[in-house]
């Protein structure tokens, strides 16, 4: 049996996403090698995850920049952060004043660099964490948030089906992504977008954006003015 943490430290290094200076994270230190070091490591074949934790990626770093920059829609929520990886997005959820955060990932890996991310930016024991998937139900939260969760078409049906259904539900929903990422079946106003390539680099010389969505259902005809996330 592996010591997650252990892991996490001996292929990371403190540092800091391209568009969110404000919060230290623990990125990969070689950013090819660390997924063949994972592959390596003793686990149940149900468990083997890529280290995708390791990573700013581009809709999490605009997520995160969208939170730091719009406080006044965070403060005071309960809010549920899904697919969170590194935790960048609840670590700036908790950061502009979220009374609740709750950091939902799969990976069990992922759900011990969220809080060692967190301890490093001085907010230890403030984000909650969970391996439970969220995405076959409703969480009780003021506001949803998802980042570059829709990378293979199974999971594109997943995450859109999870958005419609929250939506629907009419709970408050953000998502975050890539320029050349997949989009989920979902109807999507742009809030805001910046550039945000991969930390660490998977391909040298990557121009990539990141985007963030207000979701709302297919039934509304509301008309959202730009910059306005929720009400």
């Given at each position: 049996m592996h010591d997650p943490a252990a892991f996490i430290r001996a292929n990371t290094e403190l540092g800091r996403a391209t568009l969110v200076p404000e919060i230290d994270l623990h990125l990969a230190s070689d950013s090819h090698r660390i997924f063949q070091t994972a592959e390596g490591l003793e686990r149940s074949p149900d468990q083997r995850f890529p280290p995708y934790w390791a990573f700013a990626w581009p809709g999490g770093q605009a997520m995160a920049r969208y939170i730091l920059d719009n406080p006044a829609l965070f403060a005071g929520r309960r809010v549920v952060d899904i697919g969170s990886g590194s935790g960048v997005g609840a670590i700036a959820a908790i950061m502009s004043g979220a009374v609740q955060v709750i950091a939902a990932d799969i990976d069990p890996m992922a759900e011990i660099a969220i809080a060692m991310n967190a301890a490093a930016n001085g907010l230890a024991g403030r984000i909650e964490t969970t391996t439970r998937d969220l995405l076959s139900e409703?969480?009780?939260a003021d506001l949803i948030i998802v980042s570059d969760l829709v990378y293979e078409p199974e999971l594109a049906l997943r995450v859109g089906a999870f958005l419609e259904m929250a939506a629907e539900a009419e709970m408050a929903l953000l998502m975050g992504d890539r320029?050349?990422?997949?989009?989920?079946?979902?109807?999507l106003d742009e809030l805001a977008r910046y550039p945000a390539p991969l930390v660490p680099a998977l391909i040298e010389d990557d121009p990539e954006e990141g985007r963030v969505w207000r979701v709302r259902s297919r039934a509304s005809r509301r008309r959202v003015r730009p910059g306005i996330a929720v009400q």
């Amino acid at each position: 049996m592996h010591d997650p943490a252990a892991f996490i430290r001996a292929n990371t290094e403190l540092g800091r996403a391209t568009l969110v200076p404000e919060i230290d994270l623990h990125l990969a230190s070689d950013s090819h090698r660390i997924f063949q070091t994972a592959e390596g490591l003793e686990r149940s074949p149900d468990q083997r995850f890529p280290p995708y934790w390791a990573f700013a990626w581009p809709g999490g770093q605009a997520m995160a920049r969208y939170i730091l920059d719009n406080p006044a829609l965070f403060a005071g929520r309960r809010v549920v952060d899904i697919g969170s990886g590194s935790g960048v997005g609840a670590i700036a959820a908790i950061m502009s004043g979220a009374v609740q955060v709750i950091a939902a990932d799969i990976d069990p890996m992922a759900e011990i660099a969220i809080a060692m991310n967190a301890a490093a930016n001085g907010l230890a024991g403030r984000i909650e964490t969970t391996t439970r998937d969220l995405l076959s139900e409703l969480p009780d939260a003021d506001l949803i948030i998802v980042s570059d969760l829709v990378y293979e078409p199974e999971l594109a049906l997943r995450v859109g089906a999870f958005l419609e259904m929250a939506a629907e539900a009419e709970m408050a929903l953000l998502m975050g992504d890539r320029l050349s990422g997949r989009r989920p079946a979902a109807v999507l106003d742009e809030l805001a977008r910046y550039p945000a390539p991969l930390v660490p680099a998977l391909i040298e010389d990557d121009p990539e954006e990141g985007r963030v969505w207000r979701v709302r259902s297919r039934a509304s005809r509301r008309r959202v003015r730009p910059g306005i996330a929720v009400q």
